[in-house]
């Protein structure tokens, strides 16, 4: 594969789908452990136990390994919930994210990826593909909550979901305050209020 292919958009079976996952857990286990900047094609394939000409032929480079792992993330993310209730839904949400950041690999991988994405843009562009999967899994349960009466007609479902999470990624990565579930039910329940008081409407 050359440098300019998106890694994420092939779906490998077999052999390739195993060297495919030992090396992207192993791009992970760097990342969580030394950041982007230590991320080196050789010691993930070293790692991984493959051939370096396999890792290099295939994803080119550093930054798309991340792209490649993001999207594997993006794939591998647990399903949205579904309550019946719009403030149900974004607290399944707001404990998901949670359990995610704090999680002791998951939680400092994120960090390294936000921190590559700040100097990178192809690494910048992977994350926000990342993140628009992940809004447009949990979108309909807005749109579920505005047929439902809950919130006013035209709110953006994405805008929602969004304010959901954008205090616990301060938290990770600004605050240093506690990623916990009062943390996360707080989330929740402000973006709900919001939303039901039309500040997403358009």
């Given at each position: 594969?050359s ?25 992970g286990d ?25 890792v ?11 792209a490649d792992?993001?999207?594997d993330?993006?794939?591998q993310?647990?399903?949205?919930t579904?309550?019946g209730?719009?403030?149900?839904d974004?607290?399944a949400?707001a404990?998901?994210?949670?359990s995610?950041l704090a999680?002791?690999r998951q939680?400092?991988?994120?960090r390294?990826?936000i921190?590559?994405?700040?100097c ?9 593909r ?9 979108a309909?349960?807005?749109?579920q ?8 007609a ?12 954008a205090p616990l ?8 305050g ?12 402000a973006?709900?209020?919001?939303a039901?008081?039309?500040a997403?409407a358009?």
């Open positions: 594969m440098p300019e292919t998106d890694p994420g958009t092939l779906r490998p079976g077999g052999r390739t789908a195993r060297v495919r996952a030992a090396v992207l857990r192993a791009a760097v990342l969580a452990e030394q950041g982007f900047a230590h991320l080196d094609l050789a010691d993930v394939a070293r790692r991984a136990e493959v051939g370096k000409t396999t290099y032929r295939r994803w080119g480079s550093a930054t798309g390994l991340v792992l993001l999207a993330m993006a794939e993310s647990v399903p949205r579904e309550t209730t719009l403030l149900g974004l607290r949400n404990h998901l994210v949670r995610t999680d002791p939680g400092p991988l994120f390294a990826v921190a590559a994405a700040t990178d843009e192809r690494a910048a562009a992977a994350l926000h990342f993140y628009e999967v992940r809004v447009a899994e949990w309909p349960c807005v749109e909550a505005a047929a439902r009466g809950e919130v006013p035209g709110t953006d479902p994405h805008e929602v979901v969004r304010a959901v999470s990624y301060y938290r990770l990565l600004a605050s240093g506690p990623l916990d579930d009062a943390a996360a039910d707080r989330a929740a329940e973006a709900a209020v919001a039901r008081a039309g997403y358009a």
